[in-house]
Every structure is written in C-alpha cells, then in structure tokens.
C-alpha cells in the first residue's frame, strides 16, 4: 500500500545510454513532481505536472522528458545519458490546494 | 531566485539532548515553510508552517517560524538514536504551483 511508488530503485548504466524512472501514486492527489538529490543531499525541482500538464519545468537538458499517461503516473525518460546525470531521483505528489508533498523512496542512477 | 540556507550543517549529540536546528530564507511571495525527515530514503514530511508565532508540536519535535525575521528553527528535545536523519527545510513561494525549494539541510547524528 504505498503512497508514492518508484521503479527501479536502482540503474546502474553507460553513458549515451536511454532509461526511464516510473513514478506511480495511489492517494488520489492531481499534482506529481521529479525532485533530482545531488550527492550533496541537495534537493531539486525539475518538474511538476497538475491533471497531466507541465506547470514546472525548470531549467533541465531537454534530454530529460516528463511524461503524465493520467493524474496517477508521472515518468521520466533520459535520452544520452552522462556521467554529471548520476543521482537520486525522487518523484512526489501533493493536492493542488496543499503544499504538503510526499515523497517516494528513490531511484538512484549511476552512470558508468 | 528564492533561497533557503540551514544551519548548521551537520550536528553530533548524545543522546538525551536537546537540539535546536536553523532554516531562513528568501523568497518571493511566501506562502509555507516545510520541515521534512530524510532518513535513508524518502524525506517524510513533519510540520508546514504558514504563520508567525504559533508553535507547531508533535511528541518531542516542534517548530516555530518568524514571518518578521524570515526564519524558522526545529527543536528535537530528549534526542534518541532514531532521531539521526537529515533535515530538510523547504519553502512554497506563491506563484500558482507548489514548487518546494529545499535548503542543504542538517544532518543530525545522535550518539548512544
């Protein structure tokens, strides 16, 4: 029954290569962020979707490309993967009217 | 750009103590301050603040936040070993999304 749902946990991958991260969340909540966590712990916003549209999309390499399938779903997919991509990736959710996030557990990506 | 620093950055007790943690911050058109847990995963959420003065508390955590001084501690008395984790303070700034920005946090380290 968890929350917020990330998959994989762990990618481990070579350079140029292409991945996705799934981010799935089940307490019904219309807004899902991707948060990258640098090995500084530092956390940061990198999108954000409400009801399936970008309302966040902060200044990312257009190699990163958010996908919302439904309210319920937000990807994200890394085409050429490099070395400087290598982090903990972290999805959220939250309600409109609320500025409480949650957070799921991580992927962490290394690139090789 | 908003911003949001901690203080300190790191913090070693013994168990038992009281500890007192700094965020303040920057932003434009605030809305909330959150405080949040980052244990080995997720960061779990623990209070959201939005006005001045008014202490929120749960069990031996609580928080204050200053709209005046533009700043908000977290207080963890009677420290216990499940207390180490690092904590993440965050702010909402009100341009229509819920985008967090996060301060580095403090990691926390209670010695038995």
């Known amino acids: 029954d968890t929350a917020v749902s990330q998959t994989p946990k762990y990618l481990v991958t070579q350079m140029g290569n292409d991945k996705s991260i799934k981010c799935e969340q089940n307490l019904g909540h219309d807004t899902m962020y991707w948060y990258k966590q640098d090995s500084k712990k530092f956390l940061k916003i990198m999108f954000s979707y409400n009801n399936k549209e970008l309302i966040i999309n902060e200044t990312v390499p257009n190699r990163f490309s958010p996908k919302s399938p439904d309210k319920a779903h937000l990807n994200l997919h890394i085409n050429s993967l490099e070395l400087g991509d290598s982090a903990v990736y972290f999805c959220?959710?939250?309600?409109?009217?609320?500025?409480?996030?949650?957070f799921g557990a991580g992927t962490r990506l290394s690139v090789l | 750009e908003d911003k949001v620093v901690q203080s300190p950055l790191s913090l070693v007790v013994h168990e038992g103590d009281t500890v007192t943690l700094n965020c303040s911050y920057e932003v434009t058109n605030f809305r909330s301050l959150l405080w949040y847990k980052q244990e080995k995963k997720a960061p779990t959420f623990l209070f959201m603040l939005?006005?001045?003065?008014i202490e929120k508390k749960s069990g031996r955590l609580s928080s204050i936040l200053d709209k005046k001084e533009l700043f908000s501690i977290l207080n963890i008395t009677a420290t216990q070993t499940g207390d180490s984790a690092v904590y993440l303070c965050a702010v909402v700034s009100n341009f229509g999304n819920e985008k967090l920005t996060f301060g580095t946090g403090t990691r926390l380290t209670i010695i038995p």
């Open positions: 959220a959710s939250s309600r409109t009217s609320s500025n409480i996030q949650y």
């Open positions: 939005t006005s001045s003065g």
